[in-house]
């Protein structure tokens, strides 16, 4: 089946430093990959996507490379802010005509807290 | 242009009661999801709705669940005789048409059964 594997967290950095958060995924077809940030007591929002291998997806210094060879979409950000701690979700998208259901793929979250 | 909306945002309710979760579109968009998050857990689809259309609701529990997205007014996700377990925030996303992977969140309700 499709599922999407992400670092466990929870993950504490100190403000300026550099983010990673590993994300892999396991598709019968070739998803569109995103990222969703959740702020505590709210809804998700979407930070960036990439519908096809090699693209780049990018909002607010955050960055995530679709790589098909090892189906991953890691999440980085050169210098964390302390406005940047939340949950962050990685998810897929099949469409039915790539043998899909039209719905997303979560992991199961990554907490950042970042510290001043 | 208003986000999905979402309400109640909290709601308790005793077990065996009826809950009835609300969620508006945005404007423009035709199709409804609904994702239901544990705590410490990602979220889980549970139907894809069109207007007067269940498109796909294999996420849903077989019994007590429902839902539904009429001709006119909001989406309603309906759980009945709620047990403890039903606790939970229940997510719902719009999408417009031809772009169904492009979907917007709304601010969640959290269900709490005591």
């Known amino acids: 089946g499709n599922s999407v594997t992400q670092m466990e967290g929870p993950v504490t950095l100190s403000e300026e430093a550099f983010l990673t958060i590993n994300c892999t995924y396991t598709?019968?077809?070739?998803?569109?990959l995103f990222w969703y940030v959740q702020y505590p007591g709210e809804g998700l929002q979407l930070l960036l996507k990439?519908?096809?291998?090699?693209d780049k997806g990018s909002n607010k210094g955050f960055e995530a490379t679709y790589r098909k060879e090892t189906t991953s979409f890691h999440l980085e950000k050169g210098s964390v802010q302390v406005s940047d701690s939340a949950v962050y979700f990685c998810?897929?998208?099949?469409?039915?005509?790539?043998?899909?259901?039209?719905?997303?793929?979560f992991g199961k979250g990554t907490k950042l807290t970042v510290n001043p | 242009n208003a986000g999905v909306m979402q309400n109640p945002r909290h709601l308790v309710r005793r077990r065996g009661q009826e809950a009835r979760l609300r969620c508006s579109p945005m404007?423009?968009?035709?199709?409804v999801y609904w994702y239901r998050q544990l705590p410490e857990e990602g979220l889980k689809f549970m139907v894809y709705l069109q207007k007067e259309n269940i498109i796909d609701e294999s996420g849903m529990p077989k019994e007590r669940f429902s839902a539904e997205f009429p001709k006119e007014g909001p989406s309603i996700l309906r759980i009945q005789q709620v047990v403890r377990g039903d606790s939970a925030a229940y997510f719902c996303?719009?999408?417009?048409?031809?772009?169904?992977?492009?979907?917007?969140f709304g601010p969640g309700t959290r269900l709490t059964v005591t």
């Open positions: 598709a019968t077809g070739y998803p569109s």
């Open positions: 996303a719009s999408s417009p048409q031809a772009v169904t992977y492009e979907q917007y």
């Open positions: 990439a519908t096809k291998a090699d």
């Open positions: 998810a897929l998208f099949l469409s039915r005509g790539q043998g899909g259901s039209e719905k997303l793929v």
């Open positions: 404007k423009g968009h035709s199709h």
